[in-house]
């Protein structure tokens, strides 16, 4: 059985159709990478997974922990690096303390931000906001991690050092599903792809098989990337 | 009469005012909060009482209210109140008053805080009580901070309405000792005192608010 199943998933926004009968599968230590013109219902897809959406019709199978990368990282601006990551394992998985701050501070070395851990967001670059941002999702030991565009707020030289903490993790067996515009990226380092346009699946399967697909709509919308 | 005399008789009242003034705060702050909550409901009867109560204690004079919720009772259900009423007409009337102002300047705060906030909480796993007490609280007094201080200064002032009522506070004793004397000295002692306590009031906050400073 896969370790993510999602059924049939239908969603609308008032008379807009954003999601038409989505269905996929994630395995254990599987890397899917979701693309697409913007408006094309991936970002709904990945919230209506993560439970940030109310999905309309469908089912989603998935039991365990999840954690969410967002676009624009949503620290909490009002505590510490540290407390960013340490807080919600101690307050909200009841974990030990010593504990938890060991992993926290192993996650910041592997993010190579071992010296910020009393630093405040506000502090940090967007890319070092990002890096702890998923420091503190990993913290929660989840089973899946989930991408919203994760380089989209950054500046383009920023953009890189976020895309290989994401390589590593892949080299970790991390299961993963990325929403990204990043194609090149996809790509190398997902193991499957799907390409959504309209609120369907329009192609899917291994990046050889996404990226040689006759499908036109596949090929216009990655003409505009090689133009 | 010599200052000295004047500002000995003041003393008095001035604790009373104090007394008022932490009072009202200490019982209108979270009040407010309250309220806020209810104008902000997802259901709306509530939301509709909070904004009809906000809509009279905004629209209407204070010196009404303390009239009204000191006299009230009597005209309206013929109770008899002990003669402690009075102090606690006062409290009541501020409460009341001050936790509307509060709620508004609340409840910009919390529309201010952005809706990520909530769902990086959310994906983290926090109750939504524990989201609001550890994430956005925490934010939006930072944010609310300069508007209570306007509140607060506001409010040492507005004891002195308690004069309409009899409260022996600073100002209806200033009055008092003005009248008796014929002299506005213990009305200028009263000025200064009222002055060099929001002086303080603003020093106080003026702190608070540094201390909040260390992030963005």
């Known amino acids: 059985m896969s370790l993510l199943e999602v059924k049939n998933l239908k969603k609308s926004f008032n008379d807009n159709v954003v999601l038409k009968d989505i269905s996929l599968n994630v395995e254990k230590g599987e890397v899917l990478a979701i693309i697409g013109p913007s408006g094309s219902g991936k970002s709904t897809l990945l919230r209506c997974i993560t439970d940030l959406e109310q999905e309309d019709s469908g089912e989603i199978n998935f039991d365990g922990t999840f954690g969410l990368v967002f676009q624009n990282f949503n620290l909490f601006p009002h505590h510490s690096v540290m407390k960013n990551i340490t807080n919600a394992p101690i307050k909200v998985q009841k974990r030990d303390k010593t504990e938890v701050f060991n992993h926290a501070r192993d996650l910041l070395k592997k993010m190579g931000l071992e010296d910020k851990e009393d630093a405040y967001p506000c502090e940090l670059s967007g890319g070092q906001q990002q890096r702890v941002s998923i420091a503190r999702a990993l913290a929660m030991n989840p089973d899946i991690l989930f991408f919203d565009e994760p380089t989209s707020a950054l500046d383009p030289e920023l953009t890189g050092e976020i895309l290989e903490v994401i390589r590593e993790l892949a080299a970790e067996h991390m299961t993963m599903v990325i929403v990204t515009h990043e194609m090149a990226f996809a790509r190398n380092v997902a193991d499957s792809i799907i390409f959504m346009d309209g609120g369907v699946i329009v192609v899917e399967g291994s990046p050889e098989e996404v990226f040689s697909s006759d499908n036109q709509r596949m090929k216009d919308f990655l003409g505009k990337f090689y133009d | ?216």
Request: zero cysteines; aromatic letters at 14%.
């Open chain 2, 1 to 216: 009469m010599i200052l000295s005399t004047v500002i000995e008789q003041l003393l008095g009242g001035m604790v009373t005012s104090i007394e008022i003034f932490l009072l009202t705060l200490l019982f209108s702050l979270p009040l407010g909060l309250v309220v806020a909550g209810g104008r902000m409901s997802r259901f709306s009867p509530l939301r509709w009482i909070a904004k009809i109560y906000i809509s009279i204690m905004r629209g209407t004079p204070l010196m009404l209210q303390l009239i009204v919720v000191f006299f009230g009772p009597y005209y309206l259900f013929g109770m008899t109140l002990s003669s402690d009423y009075r102090f606690i007409a006062v409290i009541i009337a501020f409460t009341i008053n001050y936790a509307a102002y509060f709620a508004e300047i609340y409840r910009g705060g919390i529309e201010s805080i952005n809706s990520g906030q909530y769902e990086a909480a959310q994906v983290l796993g926090y109750s939504r009580l524990e989201t609001f007490f550890i994430i956005i609280l925490p934010q939006v007094i930072k944010v609310v901070l300069p508007s209570i201080t306007n509140e607060v200064i506001t409010l040492v002032k507005d004891t002195s309405l308690s004069f309409v009522i009899a409260i022996p506070e600073m100002f209806t004793v200033a009055k008092q000792i003005a009248a008796a004397d014929a002299s506005i000295a213990a009305l200028m002692v009263a000025g200064i005192f009222y002055y060099l306590f929001n002086i303080l009031v603003a020093f106080v906050m003026e702190r608070i608010e540094n201390r909040l400073d260390y992030y963005e």
